[in-house]
């Protein structure tokens, strides 16, 4: 199958489809961290998602044609129900709730255009937010724990609830009946402040400025990756 993975630099789906034996590609405006730019589409997502011909980082041109099956991960800054009082008149400044709001309907537009694209199966992904409402609530919620081998496995054995809207795809089956994690906590001591560890600081240990905390939490985990390709790589 030819398929498009929409605003990974990532690049751990793409990764996951190309094991596969899929002509699987990456797209986004960032250069990718997870080493294939051969199969990278560095640009426009949207542009790229009208297939015909596509340019990879290595200069290659690759005849697409179409699409067959749509994978995107659009942007959540504005999307997803963090920073409410951002969005609030009674707490913020109204010029700051305006533009605020101003981004948050063009996200909105960008996320549905995906939705609304030319492709025959589609996934779209992003974590509980205002597309629940303004759209329609997402056909299934997982979390990465549901795709673990064991609880000992670091990279996907814990929580994080994560969105899918799909266009003529199967929901995605759970892996294992593993309990829920339980929370970790920043700890002073013996005393801890309360304050859960995020997954991509206290599972993957990345602590280095807000852009790589930020590219962390994007991040697919594999395990969901891997649940993917193998659920939805059937013609």
Known sequence: MKVLVACEESQEVFK????KGHEAYSCDIQEPSGGHPEWHILGDALKALRGGQVVT??????????????IAHPPCTYLSNAATRAY???VTPAEKV??????????????????LADVPRIAVENPVGIMNTAYRKA????HPYY???SESDEENYHTKRTCLWLKNLPLLKKKNDLPRPKPRYFCQGEKCKGKPIAWCEGIRGITNGQEGRAKARSKTAPGIAKAMSEQWGKK
Do not use: P
């Open 57 to 70: 980082m290595d200069g290659v041109t690759h005849d697409i044609g179409k699409w067959d099956l749509l």
């Open 147 to 149: 795709f673990a081998e």
């Open 139 to 142: 056909d299934q919620i997982i």
């Open 16 to 19: 996951a489809f190309r094991a």
């Open 88 to 90: 609030s008149l009674r």
């Open 98 to 115: 305006v533009a605020r709001w101003a981004k948050r309907v063009e996200a909105a537009i960008f996320f549905m255009q995906f939705m």
